[in-house]
Each structure stands twice: as structure tokens, then as C-alpha cells.
């Protein structure tokens, strides 16, 4: 496995899933996410819940373990990586990673 992207491992767990990436100039209302991918945005804020009820793991660019994102995903039990600074960045929409929030790592 290679190394894709490092971050803060802010909710435990390991999951392989898609890649969901939604950029910060998306209309959220208009946005689904199927049942295990992986949420990918700059932050979580309230109105990402619906997508977060679905999400195998979320990874963020921005937040710390105490940020809505990491708070959320403990209170679910899903993998969470915050802090990344380039996850929107680097990762592509649909395509295949593994999410370790126990190490903060996403693989390839």
C-alpha cells in the first residue's frame, strides 16, 4: 500500500471505500453519497449531516480532534482523519482508498 495523504487520526477504525469528495462550492442540497464512501471535504459543518449518516469515514483538510468532523465520526464509530491540509486537493471522486484513523493515514 502506498502512502497517499497524512493527518491528524481524529476517530478510530479502518475502512476501504470511494472516494466522495465535495468541494466547498458545491451545492450540498443537491449531493448524495452512497452507503460506506468516504466523505471528503475542507470541514464538516451542520449541513453535511444527511452525507454524514452515510459516510464509511470522513477526511477533512482542516479541524483538530476536538472539530465537528472528529466529534461526529466518535459518536458513529467511523474512521476519521482531520488536519490534512490537501485531502480535496490530492484525492480524486470515486476512486479506491483505505482509511486508517487509528494512524491518521489514507493508502492508495
Known amino acids: ?20 469528495l465535495i468541494q466547498k462550492d458545491h451545492n450540498i442540497f443537491n449531493l448524495e453519497i452512497e452507503d460506506g464512501e468516504i466523505l471528503v471535504v475542507p470541514f464538516i459543518a451542520p449541513f453535511h449531516f444527511p452525507l454524514i449518516l452515510k459516510a464509511g469515514a470522513i477526511v477533512t483538510d482542516h479541524g483538530g480532534v476536538t472539530s465537528h468532523a472528529a466529534t461526529i465520526a ?13 485531502a480535496t486537493e490530492i484525492m480524486k471522486d470515486g476512486t479506491e482508498v483505505i482509511v486508517d484513523g487509528d494512524k491518521g493515514i489514507v493508502y492508495q
Not at 74 to 86: D, K, Q, S
Request: charged share 35%.
Open 74 to 86: 466518535r459518536e458513529l464509530g467511523i474512521p476519521c482523519i482531520v488536519a490534512t491540509e490537501r
Open 1 to 20: 500500500m502506498k502512502i497517499l495523504l497524512k493527518g491528524r487520526p481524529a476517530s478510530p477504525g479502518k475502512i476501504r471505500g470511494r472516494v466522495r
